[in-house]
């Protein structure tokens, strides 16, 4: 089937989409796509776009939409002029409760809200982070303010319809309560004695100049935060934080999800005052992304080790991964290009079949583990971006298309 600029991803009930799917054999290019479980959604990060891809989904498979840019083959950041409709490198995305895709616009300090149906090049409905859609700055931590928002890089909606941003520049985890609008502020700032800069830097750990030849970050509490990734939610309401510069993954209890909240657990470090990065079974490299898979275990990426961990519940401080995907051990973090390799992996987040999607990012695409292969050594069987599961290149070699992915973060099924 040829592509259109104009696909649209529409919503129909499951018994009369199979007649429909049938019927789309030989249409004409103004079709469009239905659906039934869902879509998968991409931040392209590097091509300044976020690409939305139909399933089934197969390697070499083109997107069926793509926002943030005019077209399938441009990749300018800002395309044209800062407006609601563009993007300057895109980190993560998010559905809301209300069939809302959250996209982390992080070189422009905002998140843009899109809703159904998707079409190319719509534009967001609402903005979080700037006043509004013609602004993009990125003010220093010791700017901030409950209404700003510096590099935000994650984003997931909790039991009760409130908005949670990993804002990454600012040390920070964000609260914002609906109805979303723009320009809108939040209400707690986990990581922060305040959701505005009065009491000092909003910097890692609480760092009043940072590092360098002003002073040296100070040493992390259960209550702080460094340079904050990603967001989730298990199923019990508890929020989990992946804090990449203190090198752990934090959990806070809903009675802990209040401004100058503690984590109770820590995943990566053996206390909540230690930061040490490793290779091993109990260390993280540098982590990025989490979630879990129906069986409640936790998976996270760690960017610098090449690897997918996985952690099995019952949690505890401290704890081993169980399996790496990425690599034959849980000890090696070694890079590579192939079926059962990883070179920084970022964004991760599992389809309703129970697939495991992996933004493979310095190999430019995204993978797709099975459940029989989500173990250590284990092979995807699928890969957005490229033509084959053991090429990596940026933009398969040439320009930017619907085929190609360069630098994807981020990664989601997004439910309709």
Request: proline residues 6%; hydrophobic residues 40%.
């Amino acid at each position: 089937m040829q592509k259109t600029q104009t696909l649209t991803i529409a919503i129909l009930a499951v018994a009369v989409l199979a007649v429909i799917v049938a019927g789309l054999a030989g249409c004409d290019v103004n079709k469009s796509f239905f659906i039934s479980s869902g879509v998968v959604i991409v931040a392209d990060s590097e091509n300044n776009r976020v690409l939305i891809y139909t399933q089934p989904n197969r390697t070499n498979q083109p997107a069926a939409v793509v926002l943030g840019q005019p077209n399938a083959n441009s990749d300018t950041p800002n395309n044209g002029g800062l407006t609601s409709r563009r993007m300057y490198h895109p980190y993560g995305v998010a559905q809301g409760d209300s069939h809302e895709l959250f996209v982390l616009d992080s070189f422009n300090c905002r998140v843009l809200l899109f809703r159904t149906p998707f079409v190319n090049g719509m534009a967001a409905t609402t903005i979080i982070g700037q006043p509004d859609e013609a602004t993009g700055s990125c003010l220093a931590p010791d700017g901030a303010t409950a209404s700003t928002l510096r590099f935000p890089s994650g984003a997931a909606m909790d039991p009760d319809g409130n908005l949670w941003v990993a804002d990454y520049g600012n040390s920070r985890v964000l609260k914002y309560q609906p109805p979303f609008a723009s320009g809108m502020a939040a209400s707690v700032a986990l990581g922060q004695t305040t959701t505005n800069s009065t009491g000092g830097s909003y910097d890692c750990n609480h760092a009043n100049g940072g590092v360098g030849p002003i002073g040296a970050y100070p040493d992390p509490t259960a209550s702080t935060l460094c340079f904050p990734s990603r967001v989730a939610f298990d199923s019990t309401g508890n929020l989990w934080v992946v804090d990449q510069g203190n090198y752990r993954v934090l959990m806070y209890p809903p009675a802990q999800q209040m401004q100058g909240g503690a984590a109770t657990l820590v995943i990566g470090q053996t206390d909540f005052i230690s930061a040490l990065s490793g290779s091993t079974a109990a260390a993280l490299g540098s982590p990025w992304d989490l979630g879990f898979d129906r069986f409640e275990n936790l998976w996270v990426s760690d960017i610098t080790n090449n690897r997918v961990l996985k952690y099995q519940a019952p949690f505890l401080n401290g704890m081993d991964a169980s399996a790496a995907l990425g690599q034959t051990d849980l000890v090696s973090n070694g890079f590579g290009t192939s079926a059962s390799k990883l070179h920084y992996p970022y964004g991760l987040s599992f389809d309703n079949v129970g697939n495991l999607l992996v933004t493979d990012s310095a190999n430019n695409r995204t993978l797709i583990f099975s459940q029989l292969e989500q173990d250590t050594g284990g092979s995807a069987t699928n890969a957005l971006g490229q033509r084959d599961l053991v090429s990596g290149t940026a933009n398969q070699g040439g320009s930017p298309s619907e085929l190609t992915e360069d630098n994807p973060f981020g990664v989601l099924e997004f439910r309709l």
